[in-house]
């Protein structure tokens, strides 16, 4: 399996910035695929921004503009760079990967255990 786990979140005044990272680590894997999710009290998870690797990235219509998701894969880590913050962006962000296990030839998918973001108005 792999493990991922996040770190940056905090409290943040709106307007100001505040990025994310998210380390992924494991025996013998390749990251097709690394992003962030967020999940706000009652609602659903949802797409934030999200790396194909040697593809594109995608990105929630609601944060077009003011965050910016990337990687660094020798490290094997995706950061996102958040402007410009909303109150509307508070949440429990989560990390992401969409790995190959390269010992057992199968896909998987793991989570972060998810770090909380707060911006106050």
């Known amino acids: 399996q792999v493990r991922l786990v996040e770190s940056g979140g905090g409290v943040v005044e709106a307007g100001g910035s505040l990025t994310l990272s998210c380390v992924a680590s494991g025996n013998r894997f390749y990251i097709t695929a690394m992003g962030w999710y967020r999940q706000a009290p009652g609602k659903q998870r949802e797409l934030v921004a999200r790396s194909i690797t040697n593809g594109g990235t995608d990105y929630a219509g609601s944060v077009k503009g003011r965050f910016t998701i990337s990687r660094d894969s020798a490290k094997n880590t995706v950061y996102l760079q958040m402007n410009s913050m909303k109150s509307e962006d508070t949440a429990v962000y989560y990390c992401?990967?969409?790995?190959?296990?390269?010992?057992?030839?199968?896909?998987?998918?793991?989570w972060g255990q998810g770090t909380q973001v707060t911006v106050s108005s």
């Open positions: 992401n990967a969409d790995v190959v296990l390269l010992a057992e030839t199968r896909t998987s998918t793991s």
